[in-house]
């Protein structure tokens, strides 16, 4: 089953905001995050912005999807760049990840 969150980042201080878009309805795609700079400002937050992150809202205003429209509003951001974005968390794990996982941290110690 495929789970959904949706996250609020906050992204301060100005540009660059430290990661990159691709898609958009020009390409009959989603708006999605395609690269995050490793300690940019997307890559600093609490809960960091990740490469597959769908873009659903910047600045409280609704995407229509088009990369354009997402590129327009980023750059019309001074200090401060809201983004809610959509990510899509496959869960839950199988039992056989999950006891391969357990018996790899027993390993360690």
Known sequence: SVAEDWII??????????FTLQGGL???????ISKVEEGGK??????????GDEIV???DIE????R?????????SYKTLQ???????LAPFSKHEGLQA???INHKK
């Open 83 to 89: 983004l809610t974005v959509r990510r899509y968390a």
């Open 57 to 59: 809202i910047i600045n």
């Open 26 to 32: 020009e390409h009959g795609e989603s708006l999605i």
């Open 9 to 18: 980042a906050r992204l301060q201080g100005g540009a660059p905001w430290g």
């Open 42 to 51: 997307a890559d600093s937050l609490e809960q960091p912005l990740r490469v």
């Open 63 to 66: 995407l229509t999807g088009y």
């Open 102 to 104: 357990h018996s790899n």
């Open 68 to 76: 354009q429209e997402a590129i327009a509003l980023i750059k019309g």
